[in-house]
């Protein structure tokens, strides 16, 4: 969106994560938290990001790719955005201030904030959420005619205060010319000594500013991390949506509690996911298919339509096309299966060296035996079988049709009844699928 810039604040170092990294770079799903923020500011149309950092600004500037300020001395979240503000390089619209630890903040929301914002033509545009407790919120206090007039901290409540469940989020949208005059003006806390953002609220009403404010989409949204219980919560939530999206999209999930979807695996209809299985970052599966129980597919696992992944079965980096079938106790890496491939009961790709991820193909109607470890990197060819206990080594390919027995697997030679050394001519490996 033109003329809007965000400000995401981030400089706080987490004490209750009791944790050497700064709190926004701990992870959800395999991404830093403050990258959701990101997401969601990105997805809003928001390109002028700039974070305000402190503890960690070393680490936090190589993890994201926002302008960073670094604000010098932690003296409140009010002190954050005026610390941005030599960045802003004078914007004279819209500003969005949302902080780094609250993940689940939504684009819906933040958008919504902008609309009502340049709908009212007021200063300030607050998002709130009423909630069943409080706990350690900034209250929203209204006046008489309904109109949003201040925001008291949790711990300076003396008051009925107390009475209010509608809080503060930590996401607004302010003017910012209004912002900035406002925080010239505003006082430290007497209690802590910081200069809060939320006092804010209090001087542009007495400006006679227009405040506004839009519910958040899901109360959700504001859960703030604070420590590794609020990261596992949060975790807990995404990963909670991303099973619901899965299973409005047609997914069975059997046991939603013991299984893992990422937010960015895709699954196609009918397919049934049984219990205690992973399906990671970028996984994608076709139609009709049975992944599990126990089934682990890991970073950007592709899965066909029409196949098993059966129990005790670890997927990394492999792509499986239509109709195979992988039902026990096996590990693929950087393997890629034509169509209509059995691999046996514990089969295992060495994929591995101690230098390099080699590649294992496996074509069309190909058979593995039980037991086989296939040493990359390495072909076995169309309906080529390996039998039961083989170990294939690397790059003795197995030519189309062919039978390969024993360790190491050697050509079954069916005319002559005997056994012939395997192709171990040096095939240079062919990674087309
Ligand atoms: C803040 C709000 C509170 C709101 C809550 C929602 C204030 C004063 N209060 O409280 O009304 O209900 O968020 O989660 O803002 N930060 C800095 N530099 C600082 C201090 C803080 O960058 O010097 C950042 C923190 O990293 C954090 C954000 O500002 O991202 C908010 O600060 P925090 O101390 O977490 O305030 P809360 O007590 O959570
Ligand atoms: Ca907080």
């Not at 680490?59 to 932690?74: G, M, N, P």
């Not at 129980?293 to 339509?305: E, H, N, Q």
């Not at 034509?338 to 069309?364: H, L, P, S």
Request: some cysteine; hydrophobic content about 40%.
């Amino acid at each position: 969106m033109n003329n809007i810039a965000a400000i995401v604040l981030a400089a706080g170092r987490g004490t209750r994560m009791k944790s050497d990294i700064p709190k926004v770079l701990h992870n959800i799903f395999g991404k830093p938290m403050v990258s959701y923020v990101l997401e969601s500011l990105k997805a809003a149309g928001i390109t002028h990001v700039i974070t305000v950092a402190g503890y960690g600004s070393g680490a936090l500037s190589k993890a994201i790719d926002t302008k960073i300020v670094i604000q010098k001395k932690l003296l409140g979240s009010g002190d954050a955005v005026a610390s941005a503000k030599k960045l802003l390089g004078g914007h004279r619209g819209q500003i969005i201030v949302t902080c780094g630890d609250m993940p689940l903040m939504s684009a819906r929301t933040i958008k919504k904030l902008i609309l009502k914002q340049r709908s009212s033509g007021a200063s300030l545009t607050l998002a709130t959420a009423t909630v069943k407790d409080p706990a350690e919120y900034g209250r929203i206090v209204r006046n008489a005619s309904g109109a949003v007039s201040k925001i008291v901290e949790s711990a300076d409540i003396k008051d009925a205060a107390d009475e209010i469940n509608e809080v503060n989020t930590g996401t607004y949208c302010f003017r910012a010319k209004d912002l900035f005059e406002a925080l010239k003006r505003v006082k430290p806390n007497p209690r802590t000594g910081e200069y809060l953002l939320t006092d804010t609220v209090e001087i542009l009403d007495k400006a006679g500013k227009k405040i506004k404010s839009v519910e958040v989409e899901d109360p959700l949204e504001m859960t703030g991390i604070n420590s590794r219980r609020d990261l596992a919560e949060a975790t807990l939530i995404l990963k909670d949506k991303a099973i619901n999206e899965a299973m409005l999209s047609g997914v069975t999930v059997e046991d939603p509690l013991t299984t893992t979807i990422y937010p960015d695996a895709r699954i196609g209809r009918d397919t049934v996911i049984h219990p205690n299985t992973f399906i990671g970052p970028r996984v994608e599966i076709g139609r009709d298919c049975h992944i599990g129980p126990f089934a682990r597919l890991t970073s950007s696992v592709k899965v066909g339509s029409n196949v098993i992944i059966g129990n005790f079965v670890e997927l990394v980096r492999t792509t499986i096309g239509d109709d195979c079938r992988v039902k026990h106790h096996t590990y693929l890496g950087d393997a890629v299966l034509g169509r209509k491939v059995n691999i046996g009961a514990g089969t295992i790709t060495a994929n591995y060296d101690g230098k390099n991820k080699n590649k294992t193909i496996i074509r069309e109607n190909a058979f593995i035996g039980v037991g086989s470890v296939l040493i990359a990197p390495l072909v076995i060819g169309k309906n080529a079988t390996v039998g039961a206990g083989c170990v294939v080594l690397k790059r003795h390919n197995v030519p189309e049709g062919e039978t390969v027995v024993g360790v190491p697997a050697k050509i079954l030679e069916r005319r002559l009844g005997k056994v012939r050394r395997g192709s171990d001519e040096k095939r240079s490996v062919d990674i087309q699928r």
